[in-house]
């Protein structure tokens, strides 16, 4: 019989281990996020010594995403971030939501498959190197927290989901428990003989002790401020800045001061003692006199001040947006990121277009809704989205009653209880709009919407960017598939296979290309080449290469003088690219094989019986630079089952690695793969030499085998 086991003892389980690891470390924060069933989403699970609020920015974390964490898990390695100075750095948008003193280390938590990363957090005070035997207690560490995963999955528990993480207290136990009040009282009996006053946080920030000297200089009563976070109860103390002492306390655990004011005139230092079980202030009187009458005075406003967790949120996803590329990366990003970070459970992202709004992206809504509220006018009274959009000013309702006195037929559409309606506005010019809804009412304190409104212009920016990339990489795109040819012929007595990937940077577009001619029924022609850089302007003078080839070849025509009349098409051009080129020539009735090469890698041939081996022929020069160049022609035999791989070389250059090293490691491939399928063969030889993942160059790989007569 399975045993299906107690999913909710299996969580405590990983909690416990989660701690362990945490405790013998020595960290001062610790953090595990799992991967999503996607593996696209890092979501934090479990989070000790810091509040779950502080941590909110990173509760859902894309594996694509620059942070240590994602680099963590994609690269398969520990990230060691040894200083404040080394984060900004390397992971400048994560110091600039994190901008505190402290060392961070994150590790991969594999077992039978990815599962997740461990993120760990040490004081500032620490080295700022990690010895070998650190990171092996960490990678050990790792590897418990994978077995006891899979353990629990075995029995049907955790990964969990994606919703608000545990937070584990540190387990410490400070409080006296022989149950003898002597101590106790002795202790608080000293803390009201001080001067001044004093006064214990938790990790959370809320009061959990007052002394009495504390209690008359913040101007409160302990019962009433007890278990209060001293930003929300303390009127004078609602103030960004200090909300910030706080976190630089509790995520440094270093020693933090600061003066505030209490009104009318009396000025106060604040002394906070952060360890793993809280945090110890001491409030001494600074005796400095008021400011003087004529200074400016704070006006009291309706407003309350946004809290300096939603700054650095703000900051946070501000980056991001700068990060993203194409529209789709966007409609990602307030998914994954903006979303969670208001509460909200749909979204509708609709751009304007010819006088509608068109949906780009959406979640949490039925297809059947997506379908009434997609192609609505700029002008529709149906919903808020188009009064929000013609004024650009954002339209907020907490509840379906706000809403059905206004739009009575709009919440019946989405079934959602809020929404908050935000215009993407640039310069005066709507390009779309962003709505946020919630299952369940919601209010909109107005630090929130001023936060919502001044996102929604970073947004607008993106969006826009990301229309003008899809632009023209759509255009890039059609100019490259135009080039190509779209399918090869059909030769007897070969067998053929062909692929051509793209940069992963830039525009996605290039200047490698590849061609396969008929000639005649004896005859045909291979071509592979390669123009400098993969922009538009290589994409053209590639299709004018393949063009020059196709316009130099002839029956009988040798590779060489194939070449050298292409040689001077593109020196009468007068290009500033270079270009390579490789012409073979194969000969059926002859029984031959003649090749040419402009600067191009050489093709590895593969003979019955034999392995692989790089072709061992002279090149020419690179095509356009001399006019009168010589390009030496090889021949070699035409035997039944001979295969001839051609490439550039964005297939084999590796940093680091000697061109010729990667060219003998390729053709071991080639050497290992079987030839049964050469299409499968041809996806063989991409994915074991790495170009699957991040491409700095296009590749173009052709495959021809004669099969006989």
């Known amino acids: 019989m399975t045993d299906t086991g107690d999913p909710a003892a299996d969580g405590e389980g990983l909690d416990a281990a989660f701690a362990e690891t945490v405790r013998r470390t020595g ?38 995403a620059p942070a240590p964490v994602s680099d ?153 401020l007890l278990g209060t976070l001293p930003w929300q109860s303390l009127r004078w103390l609602d103030d960004p800045t200090y909300e910030d002492r706080y976190r630089a306390a509790v995520l440094s655990r270093a020693p933090v001061s600061f003066t505030a004011c209490r009104p009318p005139g009396q000025w106060l230092e604040f002394h906070l003692y952060p360890d793993d079980s809280g945090i110890s202030v001491r409030i001494i009187p600074t005796g400095a006199q008021s400011p003087p009458v004529s200074a400016p005075r704070r006006i009291a406003s309706a407003a309350v001040p946004a809290r300096v967790g939603q700054l650095y949120q703000l900051t946070h996803l501000a980056a991001a947006l700068t990060e993203v590329v194409g529209v789709q990366d966007v409609i990602d990003l307030v998914a994954d990121q903006i979303m969670p970070a208001f509460g909200a459970q749909g979204l509708v992202l609709s751009a304007a277009d010819a006088g509608r709004l068109r949906i780009t992206g959406y979640r949490g809504y039925s297809p059947r809704a997506i379908e009434l509220l997609d192609g609505l006018p700029l002008d529709t009274g149906f919903t808020p989205a188009g009064r929000a959009l013609g004024s650009g000013i954002p339209a907020f309702f907490s509840n379906p009653e706000e809403m059905r006195r206004i739009y009575p037929e709009a919440p019946h559409v ?20 962003c709505v946020l809804s919630y299952e369940h009412p919601h209010d909109f304190p107005a630090a929130e919407r001023a936060v919502l409104t ?30 190509l040819p779209r399918t090869l012929p059909a030769i007897d007595g070969l067998r053929i296979a062909a692929r051509y990937l793209p940069a992963t940077r830039g525009m996605d577009v290039g200047g490698d290309f590849y061609d396969l001619i008929r000639l005649d029924e004896t005859a045909a022609a291979a071509v592979i080449g ?65 090749l040419a090469s402009a600067g191009h890698p050489p093709p590895l041939l593969r003979l019955p019986g034999h392995a ?98």
Request: glycine content about 10%; aromatic content about 6%; overall charge negative.
């Open 27 to 64: 960290a001062a924060v610790g953090a595990l996020y799992l991967l999503s069933p996607d593996e696209q989403v890092l979501s934090l699970e479990v989070l000790t010594g810091a509040p779950a609020e502080l941590a909110e920015p990173w509760w859902r974390v894309p594996v694509a």
């Open 72 to 224: 963590a898990v994609r690269e398969e390695r520990m990230v060691w971030v040894g200083s404040q100075s080394e984060m900004a750095r390397s992971y400048p948008r994560t110091a600039m939501a994190l901008p505190y003193p402290l060392a961070l280390a994150a590790a991969p938590v594999t077992g039978v498959r990815r599962w997740g990363a461990l993120l760990l957090l040490w004081p500032a005070t620490r080295p700022s190197y990690m010895t070998g035997r650190e990171q092996g207690n960490i990678v050990s560490s790792c590897r418990r927290l994978a077995r006891v995963i899979e353990e629990a999955v075995e029995r049907g528990g955790p990964p969990a989901g994606t919703g608000r993480p545990r937070v584990l207290s540190d387990g410490t136990g400070h409080a006296n428990g022989d149950g003898d009040a002597g101590p106790a009282m002795a202790a608080a009996d000293f803390v009201e003989r001080l001067p001044g006053g004093s006064c214990a946080l938790d990790l959370a920030g809320r009061f959990t002790y007052l002394s009495s000297g504390a209690c008359t200089l913040l101007g409160g009563e302990a019962r009433q």
């Open 612 to 709: 692989a081996r790089p072709l061992d022929m002279p090149p020419g020069p690179l095509l356009g630079i001399d006019p009168d160049a010589d390009f030496p022609v090889t021949e070699i035999p035409l035997v039944p089952g001979l295969m001839l791989a051609f490439y550039t070389d964005g297939l084999i250059e590796t940093p680091g690695v000697d061109l010729e090293d990667s060219m003998n490691q390729l053709a071991e491939e080639l050497s290992r793969a079987d030839d049964g399928d050469l299409d499968t063969l041809v996806d063989t030889l991409l994915r074991t030499s790495g170009t699957a993942g991040q491409r700095t160059d296009d590749v173009a790989l052709l495959v021809v085998q004669y099969t006989g007569p």
């Open 414 to 433: 989405s079934g959602k209880q809020a929404w908050a309606f935000l215009p993407l506005v640039i310069s005066g010019r709507a390009v779309g709009i």
């Open 454 to 483: 001044s996102l929604a212009g970073l947004i607008a920016q993106a969006l826009d960017r990301a229309r003008l990339y899809d632009t023209k990489h759509d255009l890039a795109h059609a100019l490259q598939q135009a080039l």
């Open 530 to 594: 390669d123009v400098q850089g993969h922009n538009v302007a290589a994409a053209a003078l590639m299709g004018q290469v393949r063009t020059g080839v196709h316009a130099h070849t002839s029956l009988g025509t040798p590779p060489d003088r194939v070449l050298a009349g292409t040689n001077r098409l593109l020196t009468d051009l007068g290009v500033d690219l270079f270009t390579s080129c490789l012409y073979a020539r194969v000969d059926f009735a002859g029984r031959r094989v003649a």
